[in-house]
């Protein structure tokens, strides 16, 4: 069993102070987790933080959507550049900087989505494919992190119960389990605990059948208007606003409706930690650290972080609270 890698609270630690950090730890040629590791794995960061003219990820190109008068909440937006260059993606690091800065290995060229399981009709679907069949909206959502940060992010994607309803599910179908991309030749933390933190890849997730079928429940392809770039899951990727962000999987390849509950990642890796509902919730903490505020990504100087209440439900409670009438939310957490 390789070690276990967990989420860490960074409510100290303005987003800022990552960035610089990442640049002084850049200039020294290691990253901070580095410092702390066997001599041999520091060998091995050293030599892919340093591994040549890494490509930089291409801006994603523009993309037709309607913007929908439901979902434009009255919130300011996390500004793009945090948006784009704060991220967890475990497949590229585990700093926030690391996706933006390693992404661009990621292949998303003739990427396909395979639907399988319980349903009438299996389908595999292109990308092109795709994006003709399910007309783009834009979706003004929080996501809240369970490590206690949060941002209001304007996503283009399409409700997922749109796609789930073309593959005709059967009346076994009681979850859904997606999959991101398993390469892990361009994919390095795949291949290297040190890299991608000892989880298992690939990384998987699952909601219950009418946690899918919500119409909160998007795929997205796009962000600020734009292709996803790889750092925010490209081609194309889950967003379940209600839960905590490591529902909301990144790089689907694979979605199979089944009659158990699936395996989630994080999960897997600490069960205590992190359940397989994850609903954003105020009075449920986290063993090591409080849920019930959260520090806004891009709203502070490098010094006053603002942290304002978090809320049941990341605040979607009016839509979906029925889902979990008679549930324990503290045991079901
Ligand atoms: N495949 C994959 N999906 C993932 C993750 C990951 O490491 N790998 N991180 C999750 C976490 S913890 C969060 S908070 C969100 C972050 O999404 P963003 O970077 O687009 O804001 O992606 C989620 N999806
Ligand atoms: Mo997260």
New binding site residues.
Partial sequence: MVKKTR?TENNVTPEQLFYQRRKVLQALGISAAALALPFHAQAELLSWLTGGNKPKTPAGKALAFTPSANYHPNLPLTPEEK?IGY?????FGLDKAD?AANAATLKTEGWKIHISGEVAKPITLDMDEILKRFPLEERIYR?R???AWS?V?PWLGFELNKLLKLAEPTSKARYVAFQ?LYDPENMPGQSSRYIGGGLDYP?VEGLRMDEAMHPLTLLTVGVYGKALPN???API?LIVPWK???K????VVEIKLVEQQPPTTWNLSAPDEYGFYANVNPQVDHPRWSQATERVIGSSGLLDVKRQPTLLFNGYGDQVASLYQGLDLRSHF
């Fill in positions: 989420l948006v991220n967890n993606f475990y497949e996706p996501l992190c369970v490590e941002m992010i991101t990384y750092q925010n899951g990727r905590y962000g490591f909301s999987i990144k790089s």
